[in-house]
């Protein structure tokens, strides 16, 4: 199996379910029976918002989707019932690891979620500063002194590794990287949605959704590719990629762009199959074929010199 090192966590493998409402609640255990090498949650607030309904729409090619899904929809004390019944239940015989995915409106409210949380066993906490819906027109993902005032906080308050999720939207990456890493983050994970709107009726005028939504899907995964190629190059933090991953070899090209895993989001909304364990082994052993084989494995090498993946190394 291609097990993989992250935040001083052993994955069985690179593949991640990342954070959305698919491994929400009771869909909690048929995600940990994938075995995906870890499951990030949906982000978990202390005040969550209800389900709008329509959320979604869709591109044309049904490749990319906008969503005006705001964090989870569940409440603190419902997130702790499920991550607790799954520490109760041996995580149903999974060995996925889990890292629980939080927000909140201070840094001081931020760590007392990452307190209640870390209580229920989980393995990890990400800090989901990127969402590009409802914060106006700046998310917290750009701004470096609150995301390090964040990050300190949570860091402090919890003995599990901490990551910190980020935007391709901000003109600043490396000044955040760097806050995060100063705060004492031990991951850094991207890309999230990007802020969208879809479409627009030219008719009626009217948007598909009545609100700005993230963008997510195969559209994405060049703008995700160029991020984390970005953010390796100026940390030394392991890097959790994400967006538009459709299949193995997407997953490869992340790895080869700097991440040490892959996150799925998207796949999981509509295509049923993905929840399927065998599903899952096909992602799995495509890795673990792609990370065997030393022709492959020299690609891996012959990208990364490619890819100036150190600061030092950039002219
Ligand atoms: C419906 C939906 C809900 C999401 N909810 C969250 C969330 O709660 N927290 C978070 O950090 N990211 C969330 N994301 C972002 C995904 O985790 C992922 O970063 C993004 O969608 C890019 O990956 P993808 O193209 O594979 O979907 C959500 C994405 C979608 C489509």
């Known amino acids: 199996m291609y097990a993989t090192d992250l ?9 991640i379910i990342a954070p959305g409402p698919w491994s929400r609640g009771e869909k909690l255990k048929d995600a940990l029976q994938c075995n995906a090498g870890a499951i990030i949650t949906e982000s978990i607030v202390s005040e969550s918002y209800s389900d709008t309904c329509p959320r979604y729409t869709y591109s044309n090619d049904n490749r990319g989707i906008q969503n005006i899904r705001l964090y989870s929809a569940l409440e603190l004390e419902e997130w702790i019932h499920w991550l607790s019944e799954a520490q109760k239940k041996n995580r149903y015989g999974s060995s996925s690891k889990l890292i629980a995915s939080i927000m909140g409106t201070s840094p001081s409210e931020l760590s007392y979620i990452a307190k209640k949380i870390e209580k229920t066993g989980i393995d990890g906490i990400e800090i989901g500063f990127a969402c590009p819906m409802g914060e106006g027109q700046d998310i ?5 002194e609150r995301v390090y005032a964040y990050t300190c906080e949570v860091v402090k308050a919890v003995h599990v590794p901490v990551s910190v999720k980020l935007s391709a939207a901000v003109g600043n990456l490396s000044a955040v990287v760097e806050a995060a890493g100063k705060a004492g983050a ?3 994970s991207g890309i999230d949605t990007l802020r969208c709107i879809l479409k627009i009726d030219i008719e009626s005028g009217k948007p598909d959704l009545p609100t700005y939504g993230g963008y997510s899907g195969a559209p994405i995964r060049p703008i995700g590719l160029a991020t984390i190629a970005s953010i390796a190059q100026c940390t030394d933090l392991p890097v959790i990629g994400m967006g538009g991953i459709e299949n193995y070899e997407n997953l490869i090209e992340y790895i080869m762009a700097g991440a040490s895993a892959g996150g799925i989001g998207q796949r999981f909304c509509f295509t049923a199959t993905m929840w399927s364990p065998r599903q899952y082994s096909i992602w799995k052993h495509g890795c673990k074929l792609t990370a065997s084989n030393p022709s492959k494995r020299s690609e891996v090498e012959l990208c990364r010199s490619f890819i100036p993946l150190k600061r030092s190394s950039v002219i």
């Open 140 to 144: 917290i993902a750009g701004d470096p």
């Open 186 to 188: 031990s991951g850094i």
């Open 7 to 15: 935040m001083g966590l052993t994955l069985d493998n690179p593949v």
